[in-house]
């Protein structure tokens, strides 16, 4: 098991941008692709980006490609989320997640482990 915990969400206004950052312990954390994703109320969960173990594989929904970027830290257990020009429709809660099969996936199913989430508010 990995234990996720996510910090850096916020109130924000549109168009600023705003780091959300996710510490992983417990199971060997390089190994496992870890995603972002996101949920509003009332909605879905719903994907937001993930990252390979090596770092050099990303993919992201269509919703935030060319807004977000993930990255992740090996050597310090880290994944992070730089979300860009945030719009009133990114505010959700975010969480991390870990998939310990190595899979670039999109789909909830495939991640073991969650974070508790960071509620990011962007205001228009």
């Known amino acids: 098991q990995v234990q996720l915990v996510e910090s850096g969400g916020g109130l924000v206004q549109a168009g600023d941008s705003l780091g959300l950052s996710c510490a992983a312990n417990g199971r060997t954390f390089s190994p496992n692709t870890m995603g972002w994703f996101r949920q509003a109320p009332e909605k879905e969960r719903e994907f937001v980006a993930s990252?390979?173990?090596?770092?050099?594989?990303?993919r992201y929904a269509d919703s935030v490609k060319g807004r977000f970027i993930i990255s992740r830290d090996n050597t310090k257990n880290m994944v992070y989320l730089q979300m860009n020009s945030l719009k009133p429709e990114d505010t959700a809660v975010y969480y991390c997640?870990?998939?310990?099969?190595?899979?670039?996936?999109?789909?909830?199913?495939?991640?073991?482990?969650w974070g508790q989430g960071t509620q990011v508010t962007v205001s228009s």
């Open positions: 990252i390979k173990p090596s770092g050099g594989t990303t």
């Open positions: 997640a870990a998939d310990p099969s190595g899979r670039l996936s999109a789909n909830t199913i495939y991640y073991a482990d």
